[in-house]
Nanobody, 117 residues
Framework: QVQLVESGGGLVQPGGSLRLSCAAS????????MFWYRQAPGKERELVAS????????NTADSVKGRFTISKDTAKNTVYLQMNRLKPDDTAVYFC??????????WGQGTQVTVSS
């Protein structure tokens, strides 16, 4: 059974930092990419960042570029999202996803990030 387990969300003041983690397990085959989406109340789900399993190339949304960094530990099938200089607009539920080379896509349960003073 495929599982993506996220951790690291919480409440932080504007300007603060958080690091999200997502560990994938239970899948067969090879990983193609892992990514982070977020969804704020009343808004559509937004792709925040993605990272390719082979080569490690990344893609980051303009709204978080320069503040958020995605990285991975291939041996642990884990992806991270380092979030710096957080703003209230970053408040959302953050979802980790993984796409395998057979095009199967799996999602984590989501972790709440709240940026507020």
């Amino acid at each position: 059974q495929v599982q993506l387990v996220e951790s690291g969300g919480g409440l932080v003041q504007p300007g603060g930092s958080l690091r999200l983690s997502c560990a994938a397990s239970g899948f067969t085959g090879s990983m193609y990419a892992m990514f982070w989406y977020r969804q704020a109340p009343g808004k559509e789900r937004e792709l925040v960042a993605s990272i390719m399993s082979s080569g490690g190339s990344t893609n980051t949304a303009d709204s978080v570029k320069g503040r958020f960094t995605i990285s991975k530990d291939t041996a642990k099938n884990t992806v991270y999202l380092q979030m710096n200089r957080l703003k209230p607009d970053d408040t959302a539920v953050y979802f980790c996803g993984a796409r395998l080379t057979n095009d199967a896509i799996y999602w984590g349960q989501g972790t709440q990030v709240t940026v507020s003073s």
